[in-house]
């Protein structure tokens, strides 16, 4: 199937990410590791796990609970599937639901496969870039061997072949949504053959999508505000000093502020990963397929990885970014608490 097919599908798996995320508070303590390589004694930073105000308002809901969340996130897929695989068969084409069509990690700061506090695991992968495990969402969008479409689309004429891709997805427009609004979104998504219509659908019945409605988005400009706020503050500011400080005296000058400690790595990684795709293409790959580059590549990305985490935990770094965040999350609750309780009954009533 086309390419559009996978973007309109991917778009609505996408949407669902709430970015809520758990978060630690309080002064982390260092305990201590044992190496599994050298067995040599080496410190984690924990800190005490608490659920932030508005987790704690919103309850065990799919943005705080990560089997809710998947529950929600199957339950999406599998009735996007099944209303394609009517609409299909009311266009005269035997459709059959995909639920594979989705190579998409759908990560927020709960969920993450990262563990950024283990010295272990930040000794074997740094970041996570090179070893995948930080990747929030991705997906591959050529033809799949899994596809339960291929045969029949195959097998049918040039003709049945472009009716069948014309019903799926819609008529070729790349202009997109004519407002901002979710409501010009849906409007353009339905012009978008079954699958449009069917993600539409499938979004208005999940609590997942429940940010995507215009009741709702003056919440989540108020919450997207709060969060900005969380950066913004004098305390962050003096906070990333210390950080740069001691990064700089480990050997990693030039670091100005924590949240941009990894970015050096995602823009190497980028362009050795495409320029090794592209040689595999071309059969110019070397035997090592790429292996020694990347290799290389992780190495630096450990060391630094590791030098970020000595100076989180010299710095209280967690702890004191969770002590503004908790101050400015108590206060959005306070301020949006009757708007959070009609998204919270939106929520028990769509799931």
Known sequence: ??????????????????????????????????????????????????????????????????????????????????????????AGFNYQPDLNSDSFTIGNNAFDDVHPNDWEWVSQFGFGIVSGHAMRSGGTFGERDDDPNREYVAGLSETA????????????????????????????????????????????????FLQNDDQFASLFEARNAMLGAVWEHPDIAELDREWSHCMADGGHPGLNTRDGVSGPIWSEYFPTAWAINAEREAGTLDEAGGAARLAELQAREVELALADFDCRAATDYEARVNAIRLELETQFVTDNRALLEDFRTAADLAG
């Open 1 to 90: 199937m086309s390419w559009l097919r996978k973007r309109l599908t991917a778009f609505g798996v996408i949407a669902m990410a709430f970015a809520i995320g758990a978060c630690s508070a309080s002064a982390p303590t260092v305990t201590e590791s044992t190496a599994t390589s050298d067995a040599v004694a080496v410190p984690n930073i924990t800190t005490p796990v608490f659920v932030s105000p508005l987790d704690e308002f919103l309850g065990q809901s799919v943005w705080t609970n990560q089997e809710e969340h998947q529950r929600a996130v199957d339950q999406f897929i599998v009735r996007r599937e099944e209303l394609i695989a009517q609409c299909m068969s009311q």
């Open 161 to 208: 072949r472009e009716a069948f891709e014309l019903a799926l997805n819609g008529p070729e427009d790349f202009s997109g949504p004519q407002g901002p609004s979710q409501a010009d979104w849906d409007e353009w998504m339905k012009t978008r053959g079954c699958t449009g219509q069917a993600i539409v659908q499938a979004m208005s019945e999940n609590p997942l």
